[in-house]
């Protein structure tokens, strides 16, 4: 695949994630009964937010792997597998 590519499905996801957050954030308001602050502010919110969204998820999806790894290694150390 073409860095071009890649590059332009990166930004893809970005602004979607951007969107989605954008979207949560404007309905989080609404139903609290706040008003909905200018544009700006919600874009630069939903910018964190997402971005604080990917970090979480980078952690944790290295811990899952790495606990993965850990049983598949253990399953393969004379463990019949039966769990």
């Known amino acids: 695949m073409s860095e071009d590519i890649k590059r332009d499905l990166k ?9 989605v957050a954008k979207s949560l954030l ?3 308001y609404r139903k609290e009964g706040k008003s909905v602050p200018d544009e700006q502010r919600v874009r ?3 910018e964190a937010v997402a971005e604080r969204a990917n ?3 980078a952690e944790r999806g290295k811990r899952a792997w ?3 790894k850990r049983v ?3 399953s393969q150390g004379g463990e019949d ?3």
């Open 44 to 46: 630069r919110d939903s």
């Open 55 to 57: 970090r979480i998820l």
């Open 81 to 83: 597998g039966s769990d």
């Open 66 to 68: 790495a606990e993965m």
């Open 11 to 19: 930004k893809l996801a970005r602004d979607t994630e951007t969107r």
């Open 72 to 74: 598949y290694r253990q």
């Open 26 to 28: 404007k309905w989080k």
